[in-house]
């Protein structure tokens, strides 16, 4: 409506996302509001008495009717903060999740000091790999994904954090990497795909309806790309290279055996906050 003060429209959107059984409506519908007036939830509130910019409110509405129809957030905004930056995220990529931050402290720790070389297996939208990139300087960083759409994605955040240089975007299926990356890198991380079909259809809406399918759903399931995935790793690693991946509620077992059998010798498996087991790191050949 014309005329509406920002305060109004907030309690408007608030509403109409309560109609559509949202768990938290005010706050989403605060979070709208904030990204079109490119403020913060305190700067709406300050200006919850002005008027809210004509143009915009077309926007807002549309804005509103999607999050209504349960796309998530992170896409109708454009954006996800990850590890303290601003990603660009759309449909074309899985919004990237806080335990997420976890696989990059635990690859960081496993970089050597001075110049390094990683490789990020299913990149998504990069969030993983050009945070490394953007932590470590000195780090070279070789990131896959078998999605064009994907590798768009990765690209555009690579150039918006400066990385673009030490960070080189590769359309392989990682089951299939070239031949001359064998005992190339000195850390090789994944989180990958490791939900079962029976878990995805009992998926929030906004995930299963919204999110890409193949970067949830492994084709052959989850014990068969852990091996897959811990061959890669093992035959691009250097000696003494780490491997970290991100591992489903249920995966550890299965992600343990498929590291052993893939040859790495140092494997655990880490909590995160929640005491879940949930990322596993190993090195290849044991420390002396
Ligand atoms: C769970 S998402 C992770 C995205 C991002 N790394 C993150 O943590 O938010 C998995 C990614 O792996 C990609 N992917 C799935 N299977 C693949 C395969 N066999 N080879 C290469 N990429 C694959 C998907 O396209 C998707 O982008």
New binding site residues.
């Given amino acids: 409506m014309a005329g509406e003060t920002v305060g109004e429209l907030l309690s408007r959107a608030a509403a109409r996302l309560s109609d559509a059984a949202l768990a938290d409506p005010a706050l989403e519908a605060e979070l709208l509001l904030a990204n079109y007036l490119e403020t913060d939830r305190g700067g709406l509130m300050v200006r919850k008495g002005e008027p809210f910019p004509e143009e915009l409110l077309p926007l807002v509405r549309d804005a509103v009717e999607r999050r209504a129809g349960r796309e998530p957030l992170q896409y109708i905004t454009g954006r996800q903060e990850f590890y303290g930056r601003d990603f660009l995220v759309d449909s074309r990529?899985?919004?990237?999740?806080p335990e997420?931050e976890q696989l990059v402290d635990l690859g960081l720790a496993l970089l050597p000091s001075g110049a390094a070389a990683a490789a990020?297996?299913?990149?998504?939208?990069g969030?993983?790999a050009v945070t490394l990139a953007a932590e470590r300087p000195d780090l070279q960083i070789d990131a896959?994904?078998?999605?064009r759409e994907?590798l768009a994605v990765a690209a555009d955040n690579a150039e918006r954090h400066q990385v673009e240089d030490r960070l080189r975007l590769h359309r392989?299926?990682?089951?299939d990497l070239p031949r001359s990356w064998a005992g190339r890198f000195d850390l090789v991380v994944s989180?990958?795909?490791y939900v079962s079909e029976t878990e995805w259809s009992g998926l929030a809406v906004e995930v299963r309806d919204h999110e890409?399918r193949?970067?949830?759903v492994?084709?052959g399931g989850a014990a068969l790309m852990y091996a897959g995935l811990a061959a890669t790793a093992f035959r691009t690693l250097k000696q003494h290279g780490g491997m970290v991946l991100?591992l489903g509620h249920d995966s550890a077992g299965a992600a343990l055996e498929a590291a052993g059998s893939a040859g790495f010798e140092d494997v655990a498996v880490h909590p995160d906050f929640q005491g879940i087991r949930r990322m596993l790191v190993a090195r290849k050949g044991m420390r002396t």
Avoid: F, K, W
């Avoid at 990529?93 to 999740?97: A, F, H």
């Fill in positions: 990529v899985l919004i990237p999740r997420t990020d297996l299913g990149t998504g939208s969030c993983i896959v994904d078998r999605s994907a392989y299926d990682m089951a989180n990958p795909p890409p193949q970067a949830l492994p084709e991100e």
